[in-house]
């Protein structure tokens, strides 16, 4: 759980944080049989952030050496770390401005994200039941996967408790932006891919994610026989790194990178810089703007780019008004993968075993 800080963000667009728009901003929680995977880099580039004034961690092993380590870097955030003992969970969310959840198990090669929803969708529940109770007004950012299942998972059950604000609750799709940029750079012979905006949307799992060519700006000419396996790594990077692993977990600290810039772009979003955008998976008609994009894709939870502010989700971006005949095919073929999870994480939500 992060505190927000209230010093001046340095450039990006322009505009300072507003003197008292940031409290506490974001809370590293995280629950994880793997507590070096993604959680602990994830602490350590919130704790570098100017933006946040307090971080606290939670998870069921580790976090108060974790947090010790962490709160001897001369940085501005105070970093406390919670165990399940003594209500931990509840300690550590408790006022948060911002709650990620990065928790849960990783996958090993074969597996798919959907293969850990047993186990993490149970985790990510009890975890939303906590933030609904301690800190109903913090922005929430799920990681854990399977992504497409936990958010729809986490706005059934901040409903059944009284607080979803769907602007708040966010699904972290950003690292699929990431490699997206990296690999279209790679292939465009940029030597920056951060100057590259590359839109990927629908969801982060496999052929869920629809990775937006047509729509690159600066605009950059993929060659029609580069296209496909393009497409492919973008959607199925994951699975490279779980091969590479071995059988030492997934993506954790492209992930961690993800989860930061993700948080980061938000936490200024509020503190009044304007101008930010992100996709995310969201529940979109609970967004300005989302609820026509939801009746053409006929999907409720999609990630499409986001307009972040204050409130958090400020407009869903119709982004899919003229895309490509080849995208289409893509988007058509999400949209029938992202029912079946959708469905999955509502019924989950409504009738846990
Ligand atoms: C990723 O995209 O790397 C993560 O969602 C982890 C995974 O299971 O692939």
Do not use: C, W
Request: proline share 8%; no cysteine; glycine share 10%.
């Amino acid at each position: 759980a992060i505190r927000r800080s209230q010093r001046p963000v340095k450039p990006e667009p322009e505009p300072k944080l507003r003197g008292n728009a940031a409290k506490k901003a974001a809370a590293a929680k995280h629950l994880s049989t793997d507590a070096i995977g993604t959680p602990q880099p994830l602490s350590l580039l919130l704790k570098l952030s100017p933006l946040v004034n307090e971080l606290a961690l939670y998870d069921v092993v580790n976090t108060p050496g974790v947090a010790a380590d962490l709160s001897h870097i001369s940085s501005n955030a105070k970093t406390t770390g919670y165990l399940p003992a003594n209500d931990g969970a509840k300690a550590a969310f408790k006022d948060a401005d911002i709650i990620i959840i990065p928790a849960g198990i990783p996958r090993k090669p074969g597996m798919s994200r959907d293969d850990l929803f047993n186990i993490n969708a149970g985790i990510v529940k009890g975890l939303i039941e906590v933030a609904a109770e301690v800190a109903p007004k913090a922005f929430i950012l799920v990681i854990s996967n399977p992504v497409n299942s936990t958010v729809p998972i986490s706005a059934e059950v901040l409903k059944a408790k009284g607080v979803f604000n769907a602007q708040r609750l966010f699904g972290v799709t950003t690292l699929d932006i990431v490699r997206a940029e990296t690999f279209v750079a790679e292939i465009a012979g940029k030597s920056n891919p951060q100057e590259l905006t590359v839109p990927v949307i629908g969801g982060h799992s496999g052929e869920t994610i629809v990775p937006l060519f047509s729509k690159v700006t600066p605009s950059v000419k993929i060659p029609d026989d580069k296209y496909d396996a393009l497409v492919n790594r973008v959607q199925f990077g994951g699975d490279e790194v779980v091969k590479a692993k071995d059988g030492a977990g997934s993506a954790t600290l492209s992930m961690a990178y993800a989860g930061y810039r993700f948080a980061e772009k938000l936490l200024k979003a509020a503190a009044g810089v304007k101008g930010l955008v992100e996709p995310s998976y969201v529940y979109l008609p609970g967004v300005p703007g989302g609820k026509e994009i939801a009746e053409k894709t006929g999907v409720d939870f999609f990630s499409v780019p986001i307009e972040l502010g204050p409130n958090g989700a400020e407009k869903a971006v119709d982004i899919i008004g003229d895309i490509t005949d080849k995208e289409k095919k893509l988007l058509d073929t999400a949209v029938t993968g992202l029912k079946g999870n959708i469905k999955k994480g509502v019924d989950f939500a409504h009738n846990p075993p």
